[in-house]
């Protein structure tokens, strides 16, 4: 896979209804000024999901995020 974080989610306190992660310094990918490393993360990102199956119920460009050297943010893909 691509350059991916998936931030450290906080058991202890979230739930089946909230789920708490670490906050990542990154930007919106619907706010951000793509650079080549960042697109060619995304493709890959996306392309890798489809081929593998994962799924993410709630994917929007609030829950995808880019790093400034590239590196795609993902939140909200884990169980608590």
Do not use: C
Not at 28 to 46: S, W, Y
Not at 50 to 56: E, L, Q, V
């Amino acid at each position: 896979l691509p350059e991916i974080v998936i931030p450290k989610v906080h058991k202890d306190i979230s739930d089946k209804r909230h789920l708490f992660m670490d906050i990542e310094l990154a930007e919106r990918i619907d706010e951000l000024t793509a650079n080549p490393q960042t697109l060619k993360n995304l493709m890959v990102f996306g392309l890798q999901m489809w081929r593998k199956k994962m799924w993410h119920a709630d994917l929007h460009p609030g829950n995808i995020k880019a790093r400034a050297d590239g590196t795609i943010v993902v939140y909200d893909w884990a169980k608590p």
